[in-house]
Nanobody, 119 residues
């Protein structure tokens, strides 16, 4: 069974920075991507950024140029460096691990970490 543990959320002023981390524990024997999604109050969960095992990335337009995703495969850890934060970045951020099997896929989610951008 895979578990994801997130850390690094908090309260930050506009223009500030935060770094989120997510560690995956358990046995993962297939290819997988890791990523971050967020959900603001009253809104649907949306993709922020994902990264493959070969470190190719997909970044949402709303955060491109401000957020960077990276991963350490040896540590099964994914990071989200968030710079120039805006109030509209306020949301619960969820770590995702997407495992790709031959005929199916499976998603695991972290418990979420709150990011609040406010003066």
């Amino acid at each position: 069974q895979v578990q994801l543990v997130e850390s690094g959320g908090g309260l930050v002023q506009p223009g500030g920075s935060l770094r989120l981390s997510c560690v995956a524990s358990g046995t993962i024997s297939s290819s997988y991507t890791m990523g971050w999604y967020r959900q603001a109050p009253g809104k649907q969960r949306e993709l922020v950024a994902i990264i493959s095992g070969s470190s190719s990335t997909n970044i949402a337009d709303s955060v491109k140029g401000r957020f960077t995703i990276s991963r350490d495969n040896a540590k099964n850890t994914v990071y989200l460096q968030m710079n120039s934060l805006k109030p509209e970045d306020t949301a619960v951020y969820y770590c995702n691990l997407h495992i790709i099997f031959i005929l199916s896929t499976k998603d695991y989610w972290g418990q979420g970490t709150q990011v609040t951008v406010s003066s």
